[in-house]
């Protein structure tokens, strides 16, 4: 198994895992109902890590998991997470990732950026979601917890080999 | 065609990206609308499972380590329940004699008896892992008697009070949509008042619901604090079901009807354990 493969594999499983916690245990961390979006650090640490490829996939992958276990339509959160991690992954190898303001800068970013891409989804499609209404409170609970975890999951994932810079293309 | 291929290897990045999104696409459109495809259900099916192990391995470890204050408060519980035990034996005896007089009432009335229904009992194994829908996924499934628009009830301060419905049945987990979500309709009755309206889930979000179609009139009879219960119209939900409580009142003077601002029964962050109402079979 190539070095890429056991990379998408290891960050799928991870974001995966992140949704299924999410679901589960981080309820109990939920600030006014509210919890963070570990799996949308995780695919940002990966596409900037990795490249278009591995972050697309990535997210294309966890996105339909989290599509199942929620009341989107199939496709709902695979969508999102596939741009994410296609936008995040062009910027591969041309980033410097210092150990704090970058994580928060980058999640901050992706975080609003999901909220106007569901936020678009949500009105072109009809779908039935309570969705960032108006850029709501949820949506800046959430950017705010998202911008405080990001320097340690970047730190914790940075120690994985396996997560490397990418150092030739997808095969 | 040399150059197919060539081109197909320059921009492998981006045609797989384009080919993903046009599925993506695709596949909202098809189960969009409440016309969710098997699909959904069987990766539904699956992925509650690790739900469940998680979920399961939760609660053993919390259980260990709270089961001796959990003890020391079952203790002053119980001193509590033998306390209450008397009252209800007193209340009991009261609401046997009412019972007796209802009934004979009913009959000189001519009324129907109400049905009770059967409660399937459920744990609440997850939540929706995105903040932009809010569900409640429940251990209870097609194999355990559970079909979609099956009403969901919770025990919580003494009173029984609504969930939401059954929306997503798997094989052996469902999703319950909660009345806080704001596609949620219930037609809904002021219990003393008796003004008919319909309550929605609140775009504020948390336990807060607003309640709109509330005649004008009702403005000077409605009490805060006043309980708001299922009306039964529409047939999803039965009758007399607490929602919650009103806690504000907007009466604007260009609109023909009241709004108000409904604080529900069920504390939903506290919920645990529910009951689906099966109300097909008594």
């Given at each position: ?10 960050s799928?499983?991870m974001i995966?895992?992140a ?12 600030i006014?109902?509210v919890?963070p979006d570990l799996a949308l650090i995780i695919l940002v640490f990966v596409s900037i890590r990795r490249g278009s490829?591995?972050g697309?996939?990535?997210g ?24 994410v991690g296609f936008l995040y992954g062009l910027t591969a190898g041309n980033l410097f990732v210092d150990p704090v303001l970058m994580p928060v800068l980058l999640t901050v970013i992706a975080t609003l950026f999901k909220a106007l ?18 850029f709501?409170?949820?949506l800046w609970i959430e950017l705010g917890y998202n911008a405080v975890l990001a320097p340690f999951l970047f730190a914790l994932l940075g120690l994985l080999?396996?997560l490397k810079p990418q ?5 | ?282």
């Amino acid at each position: 198994m190539s070095r890429d493969q056991k990379a998408f594999l290891m960050s799928s499983g991870m974001i995966a895992l992140a949704v299924v916690l999410q679901s589960t245990l981080l309820r109990w961390v939920a600030i006014r109902g509210v919890i963070p979006d570990l799996a949308l650090i995780i695919l940002v640490f990966v596409s900037i890590r990795r490249g278009s490829m591995n972050g697309q996939l990535s997210g294309f992958v966890t996105g339909v998991i989290e599509d199942f276990l929620s009341l989107s339509p199939l496709g709902f959160h695979a969508f999102i997470r596939t741009v994410v991690g296609f936008l995040y992954g062009l910027t591969a190898g041309n980033l410097f990732v210092d150990p704090v303001l970058m994580p928060v800068l980058l999640t901050v970013i992706a975080t609003l950026f999901k909220a106007l891409i569901s936020s678009l989804l949500v009105a072109v499609l009809s779908i039935p979601a309570q969705g960032f209404s108006a850029f709501a409170g949820p949506l800046w609970i959430e950017l705010g917890y998202n911008a405080v975890l990001a320097p340690f999951l970047f730190a914790l994932l940075g120690l994985l080999k396996t997560l490397k810079p990418q150092d030739k293309e997808w095969p | 065609m040399p150059g197919i291929p060539s081109f197909i290897r320059k921009n492998k990045n981006g045609l797989v990206f384009t080919a993903i999104l046009v599925l993506c696409l695709l596949l909202m459109m098809f189960t969009n609308r409440n016309v969710v495809l098997q699909p959904k259900k069987a990766g539904q099916s699956v992925f509650s499972m690790v739900q469940l192990s998680i979920h399961a391995v939760s609660n053993w470890f919390t259980g260990t380590v709270t089961s001796i204050r959990e003890l020391k408060r079952l203790r002053s519980e119980l001193a509590d329940a033998r306390e209450r035990l008397m009252e209800y034996e007193r209340v009991s005896r009261d609401v046997a004699e009412l019972r007796r007089e209802n009934r004979a009432l009913r009959e000189q009335l001519g009324v129907a008896q109400n049905l009770s229904f059967r409660y399937i009992s459920a744990e609440v194994i997850a939540r929706d892992p995105s903040n932009q829908f809010s569900t409640v996924m429940v251990n209870r499934g097609r194999m355990h008697g559970l079909r979609e628009d099956m009403p969901v009830i919770a025990f919580q301060g003494g009173l029984q009070g609504l969930v939401g419905r059954v929306v997503l049945v798997s094989l052996n987990s469902s999703i319950v949509q909660p009345i806080t979500d704001p596609n949620s309709y219930v037609a809904a009755r002021l219990q003393s008042s008796r003004f008919d309206g319909l309550v929605a889930g609140s775009q504020a979000g948390e336990d807060m619901l607003t309640m709109s179609y509330v005649k004008k009139l009702a403005v000077n009879e409605v009490q805060y604090g006043e309980l708001v219960i299922t009306s039964g119209m529409g047939r999803l939900f039965p009758e007399g079901i607490h929602i919650g409580r009103v806690r504000e009142m907007t009466a604007k003077s260009y609109g023909a009807s009241l709004e108000l601002e409904v604080e529900s029964i069920v504390d939903f962050s506290r919920l645990e354990f529910v009951y689906i109402i099966d109300t097909e079979q008594p």
